[in-house]
């Protein structure tokens, strides 16, 4: 729609232009200049409410790529030019329905945990993540929620602010470029962040997921430890 109406708004100036630097041998008589004048206007009035609610919209949620880079772990580099990681293997689906799980993630037991359905190369980096967690620190993870429906999202917003304060596509969810997790201890799922062993896991796992070009949600203004993005050129805002 708007395409249309800037190339309308264009053709409208156009003839404008060309008619008063370029008179006709014949000059258009009134009724005809009232015309002419009429569809320019008309023209510039339709496109006008559009340019503005352009112009003056809110920005969507989705941040734009971010092209900074953070020093490059060794470890973490030979990781991601090594072999190919396979997911862990997924917990039972009542691990994700406990009354403690709900408390503190509401609507989890509905959420997509397939890593087919994530970006390639960010379901790469997050199971490096998870590699060096295990392997550096001793900490087991799970995905709790990846790709994640628009429908699912404005679910999600409904709910309120302490579920999620972003509404269909203004989340990397929804392009499969972000990912929730939290840490096993002895079989269990444990996200609280009151937790300390959980809270010292959270703040590893962020370091590593910014080691490997992702960003993690434990540096925002409302902080959201468990959740880690990967912003591209090709996501838009």
Not at 205 to 231: P, Q
Request: glycine fraction near 6%; include cysteine.
């Amino acid at each position: 729609m708007l395409p249309f109406i800037v190339a309308s708004i264009f053709v409208a100036a156009s003839v404008t232009g060309w008619l008063l630097l370029f008179p006709p041998k014949r000059r258009p008589s009134p009724r005809q200049r009232r015309l002419l004048l009429i569809g320019a206007g008309t023209a510039l009035l339709a496109g006008a409410p559009a340019l503005l609610v352009r112009l003056l919209r809110p920005r969507q949620m989705v941040p734009a790529f971010d092209d900074s880079s953070r020093p490059e772990d060794p470890q973490i580099a030979a990781l991601l030019q090594g072999e190919q990681l396979v997911p862990p293997p997924p917990l039972p689906p009542l691990a994700f329905a406990t009354a403690e799980v709900e408390l503190l993630r509401p609507m989890l037991s509905q959420a997509d945990r397939d890593w087919q359905r994530l970006d390639q190369d960010f379901a790469r980096r997050l199971l490096v993540v998870f590699n060096v967690m295990r392997a550096r620190h001793g900490y087991e993870m799970a995905l709790l929620e990846g790709y994640r429906s628009p429908e699912r999202q404005d679910r999600l917003a409904a709910a309120g602010n302490h579920v999620s304060n972003a509404r269909a596509f203004q989340s990397f969810h929804q392009y499969g470029l972000a990912a929730d997790c939290a840490f096993i201890r002895e079989g269990k799922l444990v996200i609280s962040e009151r937790d300390p062993w959980a809270m010292r896991g959270y703040q590893l796992y962020g370091e590593a997921a910014e080691a490997v070009g992702m960003v993690w949600g434990g540096r925002w203004t409302m902080m959201d430890f468990g959740h880690t993005e990967l912003r591209t050129r090709d996501t838009r805002a």
